[in-house]
């Protein structure tokens, strides 16, 4: 773990503890995951990694915690592939690139030298994302 990541779960558990919610063995497992995964993994793929250190934490469990995270801004949901939501632990703003073959998503600094308003057609505007749509060099080798 590198010492922004440790940086980050530090201040969750800080955040746990002012918000007064417990800090679980399985809510740490779960975030530290996320923090270390760069794939942005479903909710699945993060409750099979933590099924591995903790064989009976249930998948509800890691519902409820990637849920709490999320709604304490330390996660964000990048996109939906098929029929599961895919998180990131980057929450700094960023787009990213989707393999429409095989769903792999990966994160992307892209500057276009856009500039995005402050309003769009009424609408405050308070975060921006692009995805970028595209075949993968893996699934490209297959065709």
Avoid at 71 to 98: C, M, P, T
Avoid at 100 to 112: F, P, S, W, Y
Wanted: aromatic share 10%.
């Amino acid at each position: 773990m590198t010492v922004h990541q440790k940086k980050r779960l530090e201040e969750f558990v800080k955040v746990c503890k002012e918000k007064g919610l417990k800090i679980t063995p399985q809510r740490l497992a779960v975030y530290e995951i996320l923090l270390r995964r760069k794939d942005h993994p479903t909710v699945e793929e993060i409750y099979e990694e933590v099924k591995e250190i903790y064989p009976f934490v249930s998948l509800a469990t890691v519902y409820r915690t990637v849920e709490t995270l999320e709604e304490l801004g330390f996660i964000k949901r990048v996109a939906y592939w098929g029929s599961s939501v895919r998180y990131d632990a980057n929450i700094q703003e960023h787009d990213h690139l989707v393999c429409v073959m095989c769903g792999v998503i990966l994160d992307l600094k892209a500057d276009a030298g856009c500039r995005v308003p402050e309003e769009v057609n009424g609408f405050k505007v308070l975060s921006r994302s692009l995805y970028i749509y595209g075949v993968c060099p893996s699934c490209q080798k297959k065709d």
